[in-house]
Nanobody, 118 residues
């Protein structure tokens, strides 16, 4: 059974870096041809795809976040991570990790609330 679980601080100060990790179980993140994504939902808004890392380690980012976001992985722990630099209140959201197969997001974590506030 595939499971994803997000972890990280729930509160980040403005201008600092947001760091989240997604722990994956039930499947290796190196399995062809899955990709592993970060998606967020600000309060009162829709889902926003942030970026993804492929089974081969290649990364993809939303153009609007490319300058601030970085996705990496630790294959020994079967985890992938998100770093978002220079956060503002606009980055307050529920953050989800998800698996992508072709164009479908088929498994999701429960989500973790991140609030940017001093």
């Amino acid at each position: 059974q595939v499971q994803l679980e997000e972890s990280g601080p729930g509160l980040v100060k403005p201008s600092q870096t947001l760091s989240l990790t997604c722990n994956v179980s039930g499947v290796s993140i190196r399995t062809k041809y899955y990709s592993w994504a970060w998606v967020r939902q600000p309060p009162g808004k829709g889902l926003e795809w942030m970026g993804a890392i492929g089974y081969d380690g290649v990364t993809f980012y939303s153009p609007s976040l490319e300058s601030r976001a970085s996705i990496s992985r630790d294959t020994s722990k079967n985890q992938f991570s998100l770093q978002l630099n220079s956060v503002t209140s606009e980055d307050t959201a529920v953050y989800y990790c998800s698996r992508i197969v072709t164009t479908e997001f088929d498994y999701w974590g429960r989500g973790t609330q991140v609030t940017v506030s001093s």
